[in-house]
């Protein structure tokens, strides 16, 4: 069974900075790795960055240069440095472990509880 637990939401003024963390112990994952992904009220749930096996990364345009992701594989980790937010990064944020699927795409399967990011002026 997949369990993975996100900490570190919570409210902060634009230009801020924000944690996030995704703990999953013994998730099995597979080179497509892992990703956060954010829904936003009213909106769709919407890919924010992610990390495969090999540490290659992938992100939004809308948060490129402001967030980072990384991964601790010994502690089955997966972060979130969020630098500079703006209004509009409020959202639940997932965390998710990816794996392919019948086209050979990565796509996330297993997901997080979310946690609330909120940004105010």
């Known amino acids: 069974q997949v369990q993975l637990v996100e900490s570190g939401g919570g409210s902060v003024q634009a230009g801020g900075s924000l944690e996030l963390s995704c703990a999953s112990p013994?998730?099995?994952?597979?080179?497509?790795?892992m990703g956060w992904y954010r829904q936003a009220p009213g909106k769709e749930r919407e890919l924010v960055s992610t990390i495969s096996t090999a540490g290659n990364t992938n992100y939004a345009d809308s948060v490129k240069g402001r967030f980072t992701i990384s991964q601790d594989k010994a502690k089955r980790t997966l972060s979130l440095q969020m630098s500079s937010l703006k209004i509009e990064d409020t959202a639940v944020y997932y965390c998710a472990v990816m794996f392919e699927n019948s086209n050979l795409v990565c796509v996330p399967q297993f997901w997080g509880q979310g946690t609330q990011v909120t940004v105010s002026s």
């Open positions: 013994g998730t099995i994952f597979s080179s497509c790795g």
